[in-house]
């Protein structure tokens, strides 16, 4: 029994998500150890300062601190990638591309550490599947950490060799500045670094600010928009007798407002592309108005009314079909049709009112020109009378 186990913790998702940050912690360590016995081949820190120990070091040949930087970073993300988190994964794999490539063309010396590097790559990206879980906190913490990684390797960085720009930088405020401006690729040219140095320098923060700072905050933002959605739909699981609205005409535009103005409780559904028709901040979610888990989302069970009005008849259909699956003939259901060909089709689905706008028209316009006179009774009529012929 014992043994089944162990046998089924070793096929598990999270077996092999621990065995791929273990190897990550590994190749992160021999990054860092050549970096961190440096300190006993030169000055001793604690008693000189870590800045003249670091300039003893030769600006770690320059490679060395970025490296240093990289190696500490893997094993930051190893923690986060053993959920599956997978802004971690993201970050782990754009990093292991840049040890390959520096390792393997750049410094040949660690040749060895390339190909391991290299092979975690490929191995993160055959198990590409094992990291799904999208948080809210992983992802802002991991964001964020980097961020502040990349500005203080930007800005130490930039000290440390500010003789080496024109003008000198000699403060934090002017490298801050300068680590911001070449992390968001802005480049005004009033820091300009003169020696090879401080343009290698250069183009390694904007490199990673390209690649980390954007991909961090694009990351966050999205990760943001999909948690708006999420916590949309757990306000529409409270309603209870409210209007749903399916659709992003201009009918189902008007309506919506028609019902805000009432202020009866009223939720969206629509297409992403519809989106923009309605206010930011309000009962709104965007997918495939005939998703049977989407319509669930809205408690369509609970409704008092369903409003299907979408641009496609077809399209209504499928939606009033899946409101029928989930709420029977409990909750009452409004058509529009938008093809006067397709109304006996769906009337033969029994919604509890149909309509189309040019039949309805067409009908008020003949009153008008007979002289015949028009009211909300007349109105309601019509539209009831429409129903009443599919019966």
């Not at 130490?156 to 080496?164: C, D, H, M, Q, R």
């Not at 989407?294 to 079909?321: E, H, R």
Request: aromatic letters at 10%; hydrophobic letters at 50%.
């Amino acid at each position: 029994m014992l043994d089944n186990s162990f046998v089924a913790f070793l096929k598990s998702p999270l077996s092999i998500r621990l065995l791929l940050s273990i190897l990550i912690i590994i190749d992160g360590s021999l990054i860092l150890k050549p970096v961190l016995s440096a300190y006993t081949d030169y000055i001793d820190w604690r008693e000189n300062g870590f800045s003249e120990w670091l300039k003893s070091l030769g600006f770690m040949k320059l490679l060395d601190i970025p490296r240093f930087l990289l190696g500490a970073s893997l094993i930051f993300l190893s923690l986060f990638m053993i959920n599956g988190a997978r802004i971690a994964w993201v970050f782990s794999l754009f990093l292991l591309a840049i040890i390959s490539f520096v390792d393997l063309k750049l410094a040949q010396e660690n040749i060895h550490q390339g190909y391991f590097s290299l092979s975690l790559f490929i191995a993160l990206g055959i198990f590409w599947k094992l990291y799904h879980h999208h948080s809210l906190t992983s992802a802002g913490f991991v964001a964020v950490t980097c961020i502040i990684a990349l500005l203080l390797y930007s800005i130490f960085g930039t000290l440390y060799i500010g003789n080496e720009f024109f003008p000198v930088v000699k403060d934090g405020t002017t490298a801050f500045y300068f680590a911001l401006v070449c992390m968001t690729t802005v480049g005004f040219g009033d820091i300009v670094p003169v020696t090879v140095d401080a343009r290698v320098f250069t183009v390694t923060v904007i490199i990673l600010g390209i690649t980390i700072f954007t991909t961090s905050v694009v990351y966050v933002v999205g990760v943001l928009a999909k948690g708006t959605k999420e916590i949309v739909r757990k306000r529409f699981s409270y309603m209870k007798n409210h209007y749903v609205v399916i659709g992003g005409t201009p009918m189902a535009v008007n309506v919506y407002q028609g019902l805000k103005k009432r202020e009866l409780p009223v939720a969206v559904i629509c297409q992403e592309n519809h989106r923009s028709h309605y206010p930011e901040k309000d009962n709104i979610v965007t997918g495939d108005p005939t998703s049977s888990e989407l319509l669930a989302s809205a408690n369509v069970k609970q409704a008092k009314c369903v409003l299907i009005m979408t641009d496609s008849d077809s399209l209504s259909t499928f939606a009033l079909l899946g409101v029928r699956e989930l709420a029977g003939a409990g909750v009452k259901t409004v058509v529009l049709v938008n093809q006067e060909s397709n109304m006996d089709k769906i009337r033969l689905l029994h919604p509890d009112m149909l309509f189309s706008l040019s039949s309805l028209g067409s009908e008020v316009l003949m009153q008008v020109l007979c002289g015949d006179a028009i009211s909300s009774d007349t109105i309601s009529d019509m539209l009831l009378n429409k129903v009443a012929k599919s019966e």
